[in-house]
């Protein structure tokens, strides 16, 4: 029941702000979901780093709004972000054996949540930006629903039982069928402009990373050994449990509306 709620009043307004938002608004949103996802990973990856975590949720979550600045201010940010964190633990370590692993985990942060979230700016900035958002949305989230239930019902073969158990190989490729019929209903309804080509080149490797950014999210959960990331999205866990096929499905979204689409 918190599920469902939190999708019928969160969905709708997530909406709203990407088809109707400015661009500096939905930056905004960026920018406060870059700093709860930090956190998150944090969290999970540096539990006894509190300090360091929430200083380098702060300073790095702005990495997600680089799309909206000059490009050669990209290598002098990520450069002072990794000195910053260099010195925060050359002074700050607890265990000198963990150092160089703790430094590992706090830059990888930085790459994993603002950078890859920050090609939805990019994507938004598309021509039609807001449809291959939604468009990307409908993608990961027709594929996850089909995955489950197809999984559910004929999910004989286990996927990656390491990583995630209860994933079968019925279930991925269910999913990816789903993605496919999710993209075809794009074209249908807001994204006429979409080619039968578009939907199921873009249905099938946005299906695929979403699938897979779901399992890596699974992977770091289990080597910190948490359930979810967090418990700020009531019924569904953390930003992150949120944002796992996001985050690698929106660069592969971009490249193709910039390199392909718009070339077609």
């Known amino acids: 029941m ?26 905004a949103f960026i920018l406060v979901v870059a700093v709860i996802g930090l956190a998150e990973f944090y969290r999970m990856a540096l539990p006894g780093r509190k300090t360091e975590a929430v200083v380098a949720s702060v ?28 010195l925060a633990l050359l002074f700050r370590f607890s265990d000198i054996r963990q150092a160089a692993q703790e430094w590992a985990l706090l830059a990888a ?15 938004k900035a598309e021509p039609f930006g807001e449809c291959w958002i ?10 996850d629903s089909a995955a489950y239930y197809v999984g559910s019902a004929l999910g004989r073969n286990k996927l990656y039982p390491a990583v995630s158990p209860n994933k079968s190989i019925e279930g991925a490729l269910g999913g990816l069928a789903g993605s496919v019929a999710g993209a075809f209903v794009a074209k249908l309804t807001f ?7 578009d939907c199921i080149a873009t249905a099938l490797v946005l299906g695929v990373l979403g699938q897979l950014g779901d399992l890596f999210e699974s992977l770091l959960k289990r080597s910190c050994g948490v ?11 953390g930003i992150l449990d949120r944002l796992d096929s996001i985050l690698f499905a929106a660069p592969a979204a971009w490249w193709y509306a910039h390199f392909i689409f718009t070339r077609g």
Do not use: C, E, W
Not at 74 to 86: C, E, K
Not at 191 to 197: A, C, E, S, T, Y
């Open 134 to 143: 939604l468009l990307m949305m409908l993608i990961v989230m027709s594929g």
């Open 191 to 197: 994204f006429p402009q979409l080619g039968v080509v």
């Open 227 to 237: 359930k979810d990331s967090g418990t700020i999205v009531p019924g569904h866990g």
């Open 59 to 86: 300073l790095g979550a702005p990495l997600a709004l680089v799309p909206l600045l000059s490009n050669p201010l990209l290598l002098p940010v990520l450069t002072a972000l990794v000195l910053i964190a260099a």
């Open 2 to 27: 918190k599920r469902l709620l939190t999708a019928v009043i969160a969905l709708p307004l997530l909406i709203a702000l990407i088809v109707k938002g400015s661009q500096p608004l939905f930056a």
């Open 109 to 123: 942060g930085l790459l994993y949540v603002p950078l890859l979230l920050s090609q939805l700016l990019l994507l």
